[in-house]
Nanobody
């Protein structure tokens, strides 16, 4: 199994930036993809961004141009850089992993972190 631990959340003013980290441990010899979800109060969980084993990234339209993904393979860590944050970005952000071999196709996230709170104020 894969264990995921998020960090980097907190309180930030609108227009500010945060970088979330997701450190993976356990059976990480093979991962197809990793991603970030968020869930705002009273709303359904949405997929924010995905990075494949090959490094290809994709972000949701709602955050395009403001959020980006990166990774540090040596540290088994992926990052979500969040710029120009808006109050509607207030949510619990979750890291997720697809613990299957690379090139397994569409991501199927089955490993989840505990979540980290991001609060954007005016």
């Amino acid at each position: 199994q894969v264990q995921l631990v998020e960090s980097g959340g907190g309180l930030v003013q609108a227009g500010g930036s945060l970088r979330l980290s997701c450190a993976a441990s356990g059976s990480i010899f093979s991962i197809n993809a990793m991603g970030w979800y968020r869930q705002a109060p009273g709303k359904q969980r949405e997929l924010v961004a995905v990075i494949s084993s090959g490094g290809t990234t994709s972000v949701a339209d709602s955050v395009k141009g403001r959020f980006s993904l990166s990774r540090d393979n040596a540290k088994n860590t992926v990052y979500l850089q969040m710029n120009s944050l808006k109050p509607e970005g207030t949510a619990v952000y979750y890291c997720a992993a697809d613990p299957r071999p690379p090139r397994s196709g569409v991501q199927t996230f089955s490993s989840w972190g505990q979540g980290t709170q991001v609060t954007v104020s005016w």
